[in-house]
C-alpha cells in the first residue's frame, strides 16, 4: 500500500522560502513520478511541478510557468522523499500543497492530476504580504 505524507508548510512572509517534503512508503521515487499540486481556496486543483524516473524515459522535470526560476523539485531516492524547494514566495502562492505519485507516466501526463493514483493529505502554505 502506498501512504505519502507531505511537511513543511508553514505561515510565512513574501520573499521567504519554503521547503515541502514528502515521505513515500510502497512506491519508490527512483523509478517512477512524484508531482506536486495546490488547491486555493475556491479553485481547481494545480499543477506545480513534477519529476520523473523511468528506465524508459529520460529523468526530466516541469514546472507551471508561475513558479519557474522560483520553486525547484527534487527527491532524495536513499530517503525515498520528495522536496519542493520553494524561494520567493508570494501571495498567490498560498495553497494546500499536494504531494502525488504515480508508477512512470509520460511527459505529456505529468501535469494533469487524475494522472497519478497516490496522493497525500496535503500542506497549508500561507504567504503573507
Known amino acids: 500500500q502506498v501512504h505519502l505524507v507531505e511537511s513543511g508548510g508553514g505561515l510565512v512572509q513574501t520573499g521567504d522560502s519554503l521547503r515541502l517534503s514528502c515521505a513515500a512508503s510502497g512506491l519508490t521515487f527512483s523509478s517512477n513520478t512524484m508531482g506536486w499540486f495546490r488547491q486555493a481556496p475556491g479553485k481547481e486543483r494545480e499543477f506545480v511541478a513534477a519529476?520523473?524516473?523511468?528506465?524508459?524515459?529520460?529523468?526530466?522535470?516541469d514546472y507551471v510557468d508561475s513558479v519557474k526560476g522560483r520553486f525547484t523539485i527534487s527527491t532524495n531516492n536513499a530517503r525515498n522523499t520528495g522536496y519542493l524547494q520553494m524561494n520567493s514566495l508570494k501571495p498567490e502562492d498560498s495553497a494546500v500543497y499536494y504531494c502525488a505519485a504515480n508508477y512512470p507516466l509520460p511527459r505529456s501526463a505529468m501535469t494533469i492530476a487524475t494522472m497519478y493514483d497516490y496522493w497525500g493529505q496535503g500542506t497549508q502554505v500561507t504567504v503573507s504580504s
Open positions: 519529476i520523473s524516473w523511468s528506465g524508459d524515459y529520460a529523468h526530466y522535470a
